[in-house]
């Protein structure tokens, strides 16, 4: 409305003094017609005027004409106002969020409502997950240590791999074949990208996993699955045997390496013993897994454990209350491998990480790698800058550590805990708010993170009045991406 006014008050100055100009600015003079123009250039007397004009006397002045005009313009602009915009308004800004939904469309972002395009304009915080967003989410095999550390050549190759390079005793080989032929979901051609990198890796050195599967896991088996807290996946094999414990039941597990490497009591030696694992030796490889992490790698160890008839329960399956984690898979393992597999980083995500701090959006990486791991990988991003995780407090927290730093989420009544995430969204609140306040200023990596530590950030940031945008590729992403001013759902996930 403005606008109109604006332009409508150009148009007649500008009109005005045009003709002021052309007239020597003689407002009531009669020497113009309405139009500006000159009506008697050859002093003819007036009566001939009026004759040669039907009987009108064109010599009015200007005046009229300029009148006449601001009424025309005065007219059209309450008309506009009046009835375009109240009407016009609403459909415009339809029409304006679904083409910028069709231009979204165009890059592959679906938007699943309308209103979601001007929200997302607004965002001022981006809690983005790592793999699948940051990263290409095709992982590839690159280091391993078995007994000893190697780093594989030809990664991305196709030709088989020399396994005696990095094992040598066979017992190792056909453990670590079992625990990934076995305790994997999927195939070459149709499984996740972790998964499918250790698939590709055992099929370079010779193993056919599927006759594997048909060898140890019969119709029925236990396998207790994967997931964000759990932070591992176990199967138990069927020996076509039994072993040195007169039994024929074994258990295969692998996951997050310093989780695994905890259960564990022995280890394999080059020679595929079993060793003790001494205070010195889990330094040794607490080192190891330091190196692997440092180098954006994503450490994953292998362990297995032959079970007693009996042995956590009569169907192996038993759990401590409220554990998720079977007794069985608790201690006394035997650590068989660890391996370092490589996300690479997509290429236009450390222009876009600068081109969001220049706009005043703040990039926060969440992910349930270890906390080096996730540095290095941010680092990579542009996320964190030189050494700053070490310079400043809470630039990269694990996700425990920030449940517990700000007090998780609490009832606003009680200040009693809450378990369960969204079930009473009005009633939640941030235990302790000062603390959120810093994790606000200075958090860059959320690391280990589980679904509900996700959801307290999430949470978090909006109660401090920031407008959040959480990206996730899995089903542990939900909470987050629901309590999300906006959520973007990334294709490549679950």
Same mark, same amino acid.
């Given at each position: 409305?403005?606008?109109? @006014?604006?332009?409508?008050?150009? &148009?007649?100055?500008? $009109?005005?003094?045009?003709?002021?100009?052309? $007239?020597?600015?003689?407002?009531?003079?009669?020497? &113009?017609?309405?139009?500006?123009?000159f009506?008697?250039?050859?002093?003819?007397?007036?009566?001939?005027?009026?004759?040669?004009?039907?009987?009108?006397?064109?010599?009015?002045?200007?005046?009229?004409?300029?009148?006449?005009?601001?009424l025309?313009y005065l007219?059209?602009?309450? +008309?506009?106002?009046?009835?375009?915009?109240?009407?016009?308004?609403?459909?415009?800004?339809?029409?304006?969020?679904?083409y910028?939904?069709?231009?979204?469309?165009?890059?592959?972002?679906?938007?699943?409502?309308?209103?979601?395009?001007?929200?997302?304009?607004?965002?001022?915080?981006?809690?983005?997950?790592?793999?699948?967003?940051?990263?290409?989410?095709?992982?590839?095999?690159?280091?391993?240590? +078995?007994?000893?550390?190697?780093k594989?050549?030809?990664?991305?190759?196709?030709?088989?791999?020399?396994?005696?390079?990095?094992?040598?005793?066979?017992?190792?080989?056909? &453990?670590?074949?079992?625990?990934?032929?076995?305790?994997?979901?999927?195939?070459?051609?149709?499984?996740?990208?972790?998964?499918?990198?250790?698939?590709?890796?055992?099929?370079?050195?010779?193993?056919?996993?599927?006759?594997?599967?048909?060898?140890?896991?019969?119709?029925?088996?236990?396998?207790?699955?994967?997931?964000?807290?759990?932070?591992?996946?176990?199967?138990?094999?069927? =020996?076509?045997?039994?072993?040195?414990?007169?039994?024929?039941?074994?258990?295969?597990?692998?996951?997050?390496?310093?989780i695994?490497?905890?259960?564990?009591?022995?280890?394999? *030696?080059?020679?595929?013993?079993?060793?003790?694992?001494?205070?010195?030796?889990?330094?040794?490889?607490?080192?190891? @897994?330091?190196?692997?992490?440092?180098?954006?790698?994503?450490?994953?160890?292998?362990?297995?454990?032959?079970?007693?008839?009996?042995?956590?329960?009569?169907e192996?399956? *038993?759990?401590a209350?409220?554990?998720?984690?079977?007794?069985?898979?608790?201690e006394?393992?035997?650590?068989?491998?660890?391996?370092?597999?490589?996300?690479?980083?997509?290429d236009?995500?450390?222009?876009?990480?600068?081109?969001?701090?220049?706009?005043?959006?703040?990039?926060?990486?969440?992910?349930?790698?270890?906390?080096?791991?996730? @540095?290095?990988?941010?680092?990579?991003?542009?996320?964190?800058?030189?050494?700053?995780?070490?310079?400043?407090?809470?630039?990269?927290?694990?996700?425990?550590?920030?449940?517990?730093?700000?007090?998780?989420?609490?009832?606003?009544?009680?200040?009693e805990?809450?378990?369960?995430?969204?079930?009473d969204?009005?009633?939640?609140?941030?235990?302790?708010?000062?603390?959120?306040k810093k994790?606000?200023?200075? =958090?860059?990596? &959320?690391? $280990?993170?589980?679904?509900?530590?996700?959801?307290?950030?999430?949470?978090? =940031?909006?109660?401090?009045?920031?407008?959040?945008?959480?990206?996730?590729?899995?089903?542990?992403?939900?909470?987050?991406?629901?309590?999300?001013?906006?959520?973007?759902?990334?294709?490549?996930?679950?």
């Amino acid at each position: 409305m403005y606008c109109a @006014i604006l332009i409508i008050h150009c &148009l007649l100055l500008r $009109r005005f003094i045009e003709s002021m100009m052309r $007239r020597k600015f003689d407002l009531w003079g009669g020497e &113009l017609t309405n139009l500006g123009e000159f009506c008697n250039p050859d002093n003819k007397p007036l009566e001939e005027i009026i004759a040669a004009n039907d009987g009108e006397n064109p010599c009015t002045g200007y005046l009229l004409g300029f009148v006449k005009d601001i009424l025309g313009y005065l007219i059209v602009g309450v +008309a506009i106002v009046v009835v375009a915009v109240p009407e016009g308004l609403p459909l415009a800004v339809m029409i304006s969020l679904s083409y910028s939904i069709s231009k979204m469309l165009a890059d592959n972002n679906f938007v699943k409502r309308l209103a979601s395009c001007e929200i997302m304009g607004g965002a001022n915080n981006i809690c983005s997950d790592k793999t699948g967003t940051l990263t290409k989410n095709q992982m590839t095999w690159t280091q391993i240590w +078995a007994a000893n550390d190697f780093k594989l050549k030809d990664v991305d190759g196709t030709t088989p791999h020399n396994v005696s390079e990095f094992i040598q005793a066979e017992k190792t080989k056909e &453990l670590l074949n079992q625990s990934v032929a076995c305790n994997c979901i999927g195939t070459v051609t149709d499984a996740g990208a972790t998964e499918l990198a250790m698939l590709k890796f055992i099929s370079r050195c010779g193993c056919d996993y599927e006759a594997y599967r048909t060898k140890f896991l019969p119709k029925e088996y236990l396998r207790f699955q994967f997931d964000s807290s759990r932070k591992r996946m176990s199967t138990v094999l069927v =020996l076509p045997e039994n072993h040195e414990n007169g039994h024929n039941k074994r258990l295969l597990t692998k996951g997050a390496s310093e989780i695994v490497v905890e259960t564990c009591s022995h280890y394999l *030696d080059a020679n595929g013993e079993r060793v003790e694992l001494d205070d010195n030796k889990k330094q040794e490889l607490a080192a190891t @897994i330091k190196t692997y992490a440092k180098q954006a790698l994503r450490t994953i160890a292998f362990a297995y454990k032959d079970l007693a008839d009996g042995e956590g329960g009569p169907e192996h399956d *038993d759990k401590a209350d409220g554990s998720k984690l079977a007794n069985i898979e608790l201690e006394g393992l035997t650590l068989i491998a660890i391996a370092g597999i490589k996300d690479i980083i997509r290429d236009e995500v450390p222009g876009a990480v600068i081109t969001c701090a220049q706009a005043g959006v703040r990039v926060r990486m969440v992910t349930g790698d270890n906390k080096i791991t996730a @540095i290095a990988i941010a680092k990579e991003c542009g996320i964190i800058e030189n050494e700053e995780e070490e310079l400043q407090e809470c630039v990269c927290m694990e996700g425990p550590e920030f449940n517990e730093y700000v007090g998780s989420l609490v009832h606003k009544k009680t200040r009693e805990r809450i378990l369960v995430m969204g079930a009473d969204v009005p009633n939640e609140t941030i235990g302790n708010l000062d603390a959120m306040k810093k994790v606000r200023n200075n =958090l860059k990596v &959320l690391a $280990r993170s589980r679904p509900n530590d996700k959801y307290i950030m999430v949470a978090g =940031l909006r109660q401090l009045g920031d407008i959040v945008a959480v990206t996730g590729d899995g089903t542990n992403d939900a909470p987050a991406l629901k309590k999300a001013d906006v959520g973007f759902a990334m294709k490549t996930g679950t």
